[in-house]
């Protein structure tokens, strides 16, 4: 097989990247533009998925008063900074997930060879502005909650709000590329992928804590979700860790963003050195 080198100045491609997916991002808009009717039904269908998760989150409290000590609107807390967060990764990261595919049928190699970013090309491929549809209800119920959860709003807090959510999109950003690298060595890995990224949006729509222990020590320290919902709204609401963590883990946030966005980064540098073609 083939191995295919890519362009030399590696450097120029990733400064390029900022620039350029934007780009590729508008063209694939005004390409779903093109089919109003089918881009609004889509958006629609998303906003439902979101809406129905938020009714089980209400049918829960119907029956339960409280989860693991935290009410509804401390729960609506939660689950806003996750579906903010991941919704805003689906929607300009998610395309990553399917580099397996890209790999099979050979247009992988097509990105390799043009002058531009092939993360960031992989990233824009297909993008559709239906993803909307997922995100808006997550940020109703996310300025709900900020507005009637127990929160006492100290001008730092005010200021941290905007820096939590740009944490958890970059985080969950990251964990999308990390999933994608896997494909490089396993073709056939998205469904490993998915149970990550999808199944730990599920997850940390809920308080941590009901979850036990070890998921929670698993979800802070080897996939660290848990800073992209629980332990941001922890210092929101000035709550202690129910399972006794470090307090400090609850400012951890962004520097948690930074270093699994390093990690992402050189194990797709590293996925493109080794990359071999298939020859498709």
């Not at 809406?51 to 009410?71: M, P, T, Y």
């Not at 579906?83 to 595919?101: H, K, T, Y």
Request: glycine letters at 8%.
């Amino acid at each position: 097989m083939a191995e295919i080198h890519t362009a030399p100045s590696r450097s120029l491609r990733g400064f390029s990247a900022l620039l350029v997916y934007p780009r590729l991002v508008w063209v694939w808009t005004r390409a779903m533009a093109q089919y109003p009717a089918s881009l609004l039904t889509l958006s629609l269908a998303q906003a439902l998925i979101s809406l129905s998760e938020l009714a089980a989150l209400f049918f829960v409290f119907s029956h339960a008063g409280r989860l693991a000590g935290f009410g509804l609107h401390e729960t609506l807390l939660i689950y806003g900074l996750s579906g903010v967060a991941f919704s805003l990764a689906d929607l300009f990261m998610g395309a990553v997930e399917r580099l397996g595919e890209h790999i099979r049928l050979g247009s992988f190699d097509t990105m390799l060879v043009r002058p531009v970013s092939p993360l960031a090309q992989l990233a824009a491929d297909g993008f559709s502005p239906r993803r909307l549809g997922k995100l808006v209800p997550n940020l109703a119920a996310l300025v709900w909650a900020l507005g009637e959860a127990d929160i006492d709003w100290t001008a730092e807090r005010v200021l941290l709000v905007p820096v939590l959510l740009c944490s958890g999109f970059v985080i969950c950003a990251s964990v999308w590329t990390i999933g994608a690298c896997i494909q490089f060595v396993v073709a056939d890995a998205r469904e490993l992928a998915n149970s990550v990224t999808y199944g730990g949006q599920a997850m940390t729509q809920y308080p941590l804590a009901i979850y036990g222990a070890d998921i929670v020590r698993t979800a802070t320290y080897i996939v660290p979700l848990a800073f992209v919902s629980w332990q941001p709204a922890l210092y929101l609401l000035d709550r202690p860790d129910p399972l006794g963590l470090p307090e400090g883990l609850r400012h951890a946030s962004p520097c948690v963003a930074v270093a699994l966005a390093l990690v992402a980064a050189l194990l797709w540098r590293s996925g493109l050195r080794h990359y071999r073609s298939t020859g498709s």
